[in-house]
């Protein structure tokens, strides 16, 4: 179960205590916890971190950077156990969230980083093509999309590379025509999620089945993001090669035929590091 809390920054002192003990009971409760960090002071998500951490569960305590911390607090907090989340609109720069991974509890949590813009020519501080290959080599999870900016794709292989044999990863969300570049892009240890729109024809069948393999031989996979429209035996198929099918909403005809796919698809686990916050963002 996900988790987000969300509140008025300005409390006065009673208030702030009752959300202090609003936010431990959360921690105690629930099997994954989000918070923005600018709606919570540090004392209280560092406490909150170190109670979650001291349960010693599977869970993942995620903190979604807005800005508001500086990088001593984040590495204070990744450091405990949490999952740090930002994007270039934050307007880190890559030594920053280097130092933020580098600062982490081995073996529990990670420093994801989401990139929407430009890779060249920026004018803030957001890492480029370089900086992020920086990032990713030192352990740093890269999204990428090409909803709003275009990608090329062979500029990316490299740095899904160094992502893999850092033992983080490149999770590369595209949008538009198949490109036969996503078949390098996964073998070089990328995880790749696609919007059924993409699939023009049963002909891309090959390529598709080419990259939920190479995807497995690297240890990730081919996400489907499924709208309506798409046909049944092509969603089985790719189904049965592998790739994890995600259903935008609920099939409400039970007589449909893709009942028992959708059923089967509750049933495949998504690695939480395999996706941005939310198993579905296309």
Known sequence: ?????????????????????????????????TVRDDLYDFPMLLDAVKLWRRKRTKSRFRLVDSGTLNIVQLEWLAAEGADIYTNDEVGRNAQDLESIQKGKTEGHSITAY???????????SSPDLSGLKNMGANGVYIHLSNRDTERDLSELISLADLCQRAHSRLVYYHH???????????????????????????????????????????????????????????????????????????????????????????????????????????
Request: glycine share 4%; hydrophobic share 40%.
């Open 176 to 282: 538009k025509d198949l490109d036969p570049a996503l078949f390098k892009l996964s073998r070089a240890g990328a995880w790749i999620h696609i919007s059924d729109k993409s699939i023009k024809s049963p002909d891309e069948m090959p390529l598709l089945i080419d990259v939920i393999r190479s995807a497995h031989a690297s240890g990730t996979n081919l996400v489907l993001h499924v709208g309506e429209g798409m046909e049944f035996p092509i969603l089985k198929e790719l189904q049965k090669a592998g790739a994890v099918l995600r259903f935008k909403s609920t099939l409400i005809d039970y007589r449909s035929p893709l009942r028992a796919l959708e059923e089967r698809s509750r049933k495949q686990r998504l690695d939480p590091r395999a996706y941005y916050l939310f198993p579905i963002l296309l």
């Open 114 to 124: 989401f990139h929407s813009g430009a890779l060249e020519n920026r004018e803030d």
């Open 1 to 33: 179960m996900h988790t987000e809390l969300k509140d008025n920054h300005m409390l006065d002192t009673s208030e702030n205590t009752l959300k202090t003990f609003a936010l431990l009971a959360t921690v105690e409760e629930n099997a994954v916890i």
